[in-house]
């Protein structure tokens, strides 16, 4: 699987550039805006094609799933912990909906310790963050871990190889996409890599 998170700050012509990455086979689309309200994550909602919105998944205002039919929700690191004892109701209240659910994690010892079982979870930094400066990536090595585990940092279609021997079952993509001069053809080509290591690793 491949999963595509949202520029924190929107690009030019960005919902244009979404609507054909849809169209080249983009199936998990975070809808991650830290700096939108509510109002706001509803006006970019609106500007997307309906038929696309069943690959949306959300990690702030999760109450939009009331209006409208998206793939599901994202915990981020800190919602998760401050849920505390009402986690596992939290997030069976999703699924029994129908919605995925999924999680991010920042060291695999504690996504391994999780009990609440998440449809996958994001784990980084594997390789030097490409949206972040400073992020230095720490290799994970997950292979000992029975979850769907995605892998995060540093992904572009030099490094989807090293991820899947690392043990990871996806790959999440933000930099590598986003920030290159062509986000449509540097989304294909980690799509063509990602099918090429997942047909010989198999």
């Not at 912990?81 to 009402?86: A, F, N, Q």
């Not at 972040?132 to 540093?154: L, Q, S």
Request: glycine share 8%.
């Amino acid at each position: 699987m491949i999963v595509l998170i949202a520029p924190e700050k929107d690009i030019e012509n960005e919902v244009e550039i979404l609507h054909r990455l849809f169209d080249a086979g983009l199936q998990f689309y975070h809808f991650r805006k830290p700096y939108k309200n509510y109002e706001e994550h509803v006006r970019y909602l609106n500007l997307i094609d309906q038929k696309y919105h069943s690959r949306i998944v959300v990690h702030y205002f999760h109450e939009l799933l009331e209006d409208y039919k998206l793939k599901g929700i994202h915990l981020q690191e800190q919602p998760r912990i401050d849920l505390k004892e009402r986690l596992i109701s939290y997030v069976n209240s999703y699924k029994e909906k129908g919605c995925t659910v999924s999680s991010s994690f920042h060291e695999p010892e504690v996504l391994d310790a999780c009990e609440v079982k998440f449809d996958y979870n994001l784990l980084s930094p594997v390789f030097s963050s490409i949206s972040k400066k400073g992020y230095e990536g720490k290799g994970f090595d997950v292979r000992h871990i029975n979850k769907t585990v995605v892998g995060m940092g540093g992904v572009n279609s030099k490094t989807i190889g090293k991820i899947k021997l690392l043990g990871y079952k996806g790959v999440g993509v933000l930099g590598g996409v986003w920030n290159s001069e062509n986000p449509i053809e540097s989304f294909k080509a980690i799509q063509r890599q990602y099918e090429i290591e997942k047909s010989t690793k198999n």
